[in-house]
């Protein structure tokens, strides 16, 4: 199982992520109360970025409770650490270890990951490594894209060129793109019991999250320039076009389809 991120990480990278995290909070956090993430409860974040879902379960939880946010990423990890230091959090660890070399068994009552396995080439075995960590019948949940499933108004063309761009990088880099219309099969070649899954798409004409396009082609910019996919004349152009659309207060950007699976261990 490897992850090649096509994403820019670091510090640029967490102000993308609060972004996102800000578009999606109330989504996700209705997400976890619906699941059971309660007070006293032990929560994996996996693929955790900059730590924002990480802190909500951390809230969730409670004193009593518990949450480990996981990524690769070493940068992002501190930089996480010190928003859960600022915050004064003190039942939340942060560790940079990739989902591939985690060993955890039936530890955590939830295992959550959002948008981490489309970049994976064996999301499957990701997903086993998730369910071992979880404890009988604890909630393993995934977040996950389709990123085709992106829309604006009116059309606009550069927009879309973003999306076959994204789709482009990330399967050189081994990922899916659309793998969360995938994902309530993938958990069904599991162990899980009570599958179940909803959609969410979010769209905007003027809020903050309307710039995730924008922001998410700057970020993966040098890896599509480095995979000779696009030249960085092209893709300034592109960007240059993506913000004057974004920066009309009459046209409308989403973000991708967003499949929401969860399913509970048994054994």
Same mark, same amino acid.
């Given at each position: 199982?490897?992850?090649?991120?096509?994403?820019?990480?670091?510090?640029?990278?967490?102000?993308?992520?609060?972004?996102?995290?800000?578009?999606?909070?109330?989504?996700?956090?209705?997400?976890?109360?619906?699941?059971?993430?309660? *007070? @006293? $409860?032990?929560?994996?974040?996996? =693929?955790?970025?900059?730590?924002?879902?990480? &802190?909500?379960? +951390?809230?969730? *939880? @409670? $004193?009593?409770?518990?949450?480990? =946010?996981?990524?690769?990423?070493?940068?992002? &990890?501190?930089? +996480?650490?010190?928003?859960?230091?600022?915050?004064?959090?003190?039942?939340?660890?942060?560790?940079?270890?990739? &989902?591939d070399d985690i060993m955890y068994q039936e530890i955590f009552d939830t295992v959550y990951a959002r948008f981490l396995l489309s970049h994976l080439n064996n999301p499957l075995i990701a997903l086993q490594k998730m369910i071992a960590a979880a404890k009988p019948n604890g909630k393993i949940i995934v977040e996950e894209?389709?990123?085709?499933?992106?829309?604006?108004?009116?059309?606009?063309?550069?927009?879309?060129?973003?999306?076959?761009?994204?789709?482009?990088?990330?399967?050189?880099?081994?990922?899916?793109?659309?793998?969360?219309?995938?994902?309530?099969?993938?958990?069904?070649?599991?162990?899980?019991?009570?599958?179940?899954?909803?959609?969410?798409?979010?769209?905007?004409?003027?809020?903050?999250?309307?710039?995730?396009?924008?922001?998410?082609?700057?970020?993966?910019?040098?890896?599509?320039?480095?995979?000779?996919?696009?030249?960085?004349?092209?893709?300034?152009?592109?960007?240059?076009?993506?913000?004057?659309?974004?920066?009309?207060?009459?046209?409308?950007?989403?973000?991708?389809?967003?499949?929401?699976?969860?399913?509970?261990?048994?054994?």
């Open positions: 199982m490897q992850s090649n991120y096509v994403i820019e990480g670091g510090k640029q990278g967490k102000e993308r992520l609060n972004v996102l995290s800000n578009a999606l909070e109330q989504y996700t956090l209705s997400l976890l109360q619906k699941c059971g993430v309660a *007070v @006293g $409860n032990s929560f994996l974040d996996c =693929g955790c970025g900059g730590g924002n879902v990480s &802190i909500m379960a +951390a809230r969730l *939880v @409670g $004193n009593t409770g518990k949450v480990k =946010g996981i990524d690769a990423d070493s940068s992002i &990890i501190q930089l +996480a650490k010190q928003d859960a230091q600022a915050l004064q959090l003190t039942n939340i660890t942060f560790e940079a270890i990739s &989902i894209i389709q990123f085709s499933g992106h829309f604006c108004y009116p059309y606009n063309a550069a927009f879309y060129t973003y999306l076959e761009l994204y789709a482009a990088v990330v399967k050189k880099k081994n990922g899916n793109a659309e793998l969360g219309i995938e994902m309530p099969s993938l958990f069904a070649k599991t162990s899980l019991t009570n599958i179940d899954f909803d959609i969410i798409q979010p769209a905007f004409n003027n809020a903050s999250g309307k710039w995730m396009a924008y922001i998410t082609l700057d970020k993966i910019k040098a890896a599509i320039i480095a995979e000779n996919i696009a030249s960085d004349i092209e893709v300034e152009n592109l960007l240059k076009e993506l913000k004057t659309f974004t920066e009309d207060t009459t046209t409308m950007i989403s973000l991708p389809r967003i499949f929401r699976v969860w399913g509970n261990k048994n054994h």
